[in-house]
């Protein structure tokens, strides 16, 4: 059994501001990486939110974990509906769990009248060798109020709960923030106004700064005088505009007016009733229907009785044009079901009407990679303000297994998420569609038919698209086919964001071949026998076709420490592990791929393996737009 002791050693609560820090004492696990969640219930609805781990201190077969957390308590649920709040923590370990972890309290996390209540067998009145003095740490990019609590704190120790109860006298946080936002719409204008009245002594300043009579506040010594003169003008007006001049602000501010002016249409719109039997399919990656949503589609298509509508963009700024603008609020307005497959910005920008549901049939499958409100406090992670995701009312997965982990990356309950499997994996169990693809693949690549093919098909490092690189230097494809021999042939596929690409030896240009601008990534797997790979979601379909896998993870520790997984690495991927080029050419040369991983890891990430996914989320859906459930 594993065995747990909690304490609490920090919870105060001062305007919005929940500080929380615990001390978990439990087994030492060498291998794994602990993490500890809040979990937070108010009426029918719950959240998940990560909690930092800020220290370990091992004393012999065990150890003391200290978490952190700041919580803004008036941005836990996205619609709160007034009532208390009570909370658990729970706890993983070294493939452990505890949901519900039972505690006592530091009697120094307290002030004395908030004893006054507490059972003392629920006091923790000796402190455990320093280990539990740590404080909670206040994150900077929050905006902390002072003064009353939004709620006052109560324990109720027998269910292992916090208890939270709104301290009505406090005030509303979110009405003075909407004040204050409303305040600066005509101060904004003055500025503005005021701004322009003193262009010319912008101009001025500008000018005596290029002439080197007045200080640069800004200085680019690879630009011209006339560019360092207009950057001095631009400091100035940002400066006294409060306001920043660079492109990418200047874009939000002139789209915040923009949806501001649409926006007006719209609730013009929730007035009226919706249309009860509209169906409406949007993405602002593709211009046609692609993955989930296509085969979603299809199972729906035939029903004469639905109204379908769809909005479809490729266009990167299409969130920003008015034409999609005005499009997406009307169907946003109408539809019964809305269905996207991404991130789709302009969710964001109206609040959703409650006769409407927002489903997000993910394109991803399984839990690997933390994303989302998983990343909190992490570098390109969310803010606890953000709203992206929240407004989910249904959100699919491949399994029961990965549903909390899926309700805690978009901020939503659990009770939303469903494991209907993901639609667009139903492929990789139609053995008609894989030999089509297989002749397709030998038809255009003839001399890859009689050879073992290695797919090579890491992911990206950086924090995003702007940054995305993969590092070259790490992985040589021509010695590593010299190498392996010539019974191989290798595909080299990088992902979407890298721009750069392999140098590949003309003598082995018939047998490496890189396709990362060409075929998708799924259809390729049809004709792989090794998977290399590194920390790629590509795991889970490859399961599904039963491929070896070998997992390349030179930097895999600092990979944990920006990005992490759901699961510890090690005990979760299904392959074999190496850590260098030479240990990688010897698992191919030698076949140790831990092969017998593969099977037990689809069944735990795929519920259903019977290629009607689509089927289940196309019933579902219809369910919903005729009234069943």
């Not at 305040?183 to 001025?204: D, E, K, Q």
Request: glycine share 6%.
């Amino acid at each position: 059994m594993f065995k747990t002791s909690t304490v609490i050693n920090n919870l105060t609560v001062t305007g919005n501001d929940l500080l929380a820090s615990l001390c978990i004492t439990c087994p030492y696990n060498d291998g794994a990486t602990p993490k500890a969640k809040i979990v937070f219930f108010q009426g029918d609805n719950m959240r998940r939110i990560p909690l930092t781990t800020s220290a370990i201190y091992r004393h012999g077969d065990d150890c003391t974990i200290v978490f952190n957390g700041e919580i803004l308590l008036d941005c836990v649920f996205l619609n709160s509906c007034g009532d208390d709040i009570t909370a658990r923590f729970d706890f993983y370990y070294g493939g452990n769990s505890v949901e519900g972890l039972s505690f006592k309290i530091d009697k120094y996390a307290l002030d004395s009248d908030e004893f006054k209540n507490i059972d003392k067998n629920y006091v923790l009145s000796e402190r455990n060798d320093g280990l539990t003095c740590s404080d909670a740490i206040l994150v900077p990019e929050l905006e902390h109020h002072g003064g009353a609590p939004l709620y006052f704190i109560g324990f109720d120790f027998e269910n292992s709960r916090l208890v939270f109860k709104k301290n009505h006298a406090a005030g509303d946080y979110n009405a003075d923030s909407m004040f204050k936002k409303f305040l600066n719409i005509p101060m904004g204008i003055i500025r503005f106004a005021l701004a322009i009245c003193l262009l010319p002594y912008f101009v001025l300043d500008g000018i005596l700064a290029g002439l080197d009579l007045q200080r640069k506040r800004q200085v680019n010594s690879y630009s011209s005088s006339m560019r360092n003169i207009y950057l001095q003008i631009k400091e100035n007006f940002s400066d006294f505009l409060k306001i920043s001049l660079k492109r990418k602000d200047i874009v939000k501010i002139v789209s915040g007016i923009l949806y501001s002016f649409c926006r007006i249409r719209y609730n013009k719109l929730c007035k009226k009733p919706i249309v009860k039997n509209r169906i409406t399919f949007v993405s602002g990656r593709r211009d046609n229907l692609t993955g989930n949503l296509e085969f979603v589609y299809d199972k729906l298509k035939d029903n004469k009785d639905i109204d379908f509508q769809f909005l479809l963009f490729s266009d990167s700024n299409g969130h920003f044009k008015y034409k999609y603008i005005k499009r997406f609020y009307e169907l946003y307005a109408t539809s019964r079901v809305v269905v996207i497959d991404d991130y789709f910005r302009l969710t964001n920008t109206v609040k959703k009407r409650n006769e409407t549901q927002l489903w997000q049939l993910w394109h991803a499958c399984g839990a690997f990679k933390t994303f989302g409100y998983s990343r909190l406090g992490k570098i390109g992670g969310p803010l606890q303000t953000d709203i992206n995701h929240r407004m989910y009312d249904r959100a699919i997965v491949s399994s029961a297994e990965i549903a909390k982990h899926y309700a805690e990356g978009f901020g939503i309950s659990d009770k939303c998420v469903l494991p209907t499997g993901i639609p667009r994996t139903d492929v990789f169990l139609d053995k008609e569609y894989a030999e089509k693809i297989k002749s397709s693949f030998y038809a255009k690549h003839p001399k890859l038919k009689n050879k073992i093919i290695i797919l090579f098909a890491p992911t990206f490092r950086g924090h995003g698209q702007k940054t995305a690189y993969y590092p070259m230097e790490t992985f040589d494809p021509n010695r590593f086919y010299e190498s392996i021999g010539d019974d191989y042939a290798i595909i080299l596929k990088l992902h979407p964001f890298c721009k750069e690409h392999f140098e590949i030896d003309e003598r082995y240009k018939d047998y490496i071949i890189d396709l990362s601008d060409d075929d998708e990534l799924n259809d390729l797997l049809f004709v792989t026998n090794l998977l290399i790979t590194d920390y790629s979601s590509a795991i889970f379909e490859a399961s599904l076709l039963d491929i070896p896998m070998i997992f390349y993870a030179f930097d895999l520790y600092d990979y944990i420490s920006n990005r992490d997984f759901y699961y510890d690495f090690e005990n979760f991927v299904p392959g074999k592990i190496v850590f260098s080029e030479n240990k990688l050419i010897t698992a191919v040369k030698s076949r140790d791929f831990d092969y017998e991983k593969v099977g037990a890891f689809k069944t735990k990430f795929f519920d259903n393996l019977d290629g009607n996914s689509s089927k289940r989320v196309a019933d579902e859906i219809l369910k919903t737009v005729r009234g069943e459930i």
